[in-house]
């Protein structure tokens, strides 16, 4: 079982920035943030996998980039120009298998998930 852990949530005001952490305790070949909103559906933020493929919401295209280690095993997500609308629980999920396309998109293709970190951005 690969535990997954996220950090970085925070408060901030509109425009600023914040760096989402996102650790696996085992092998991970794709990863990807998720985020809910309140009163919200669970929505894809930015996915990647081993192969340097990504994919971003087009709501955060230009002002998100997500990375991951070499190792695999921890993404990144750097958030710019935040936003009110940006506010949700962030969640990271993370999966053993070679995900790509469509499925790496696919929130019900990872089988790992955090807890979640808090993301609240004022105006």
């Known amino acids: 079982q690969v535990q997954v852990v996220e950090s970085g949530g925070d408060s901030v005001q509109a425009g600023g920035s914040l760096r989402l952490s996102c650790a696996a305790s085992?092998?991970?070949?794709?990863m990807g943030w998720f985020r809910q909103g309140p009163g919200r559906a669970r929505e894809g933020v930015a996915v990647?996998?081993?192969?340097?493929?990504?994919t971003y919401a087009d709501s955060v295209k230009g002002r998100f980039t997500i990375s991951q280690t070499n190792a695999g095993n921890t993404s990144y997500l750097q958030m710019n120009s935040l936003k009110p609308e940006d506010t949700a629980m962030y969640y990271c999920?993370?999966?053993?298998?070679?995900?790509?396309?469509?499925?790496?998109?696919?929130?019900?293709?990872?089988?790992?998930w955090g807890q979640g970190t808090q993301v609240t951005v004022s105006s």
């Open positions: 999920a993370a999966e053993s298998r070679a995900l790509a396309g469509r499925s790496l998109w696919a929130d019900d293709q990872y089988r790992y």
């Open positions: 085992g092998y991970t070949y794709s």
């Open positions: 990647i996998n081993r192969a340097g493929f990504t």
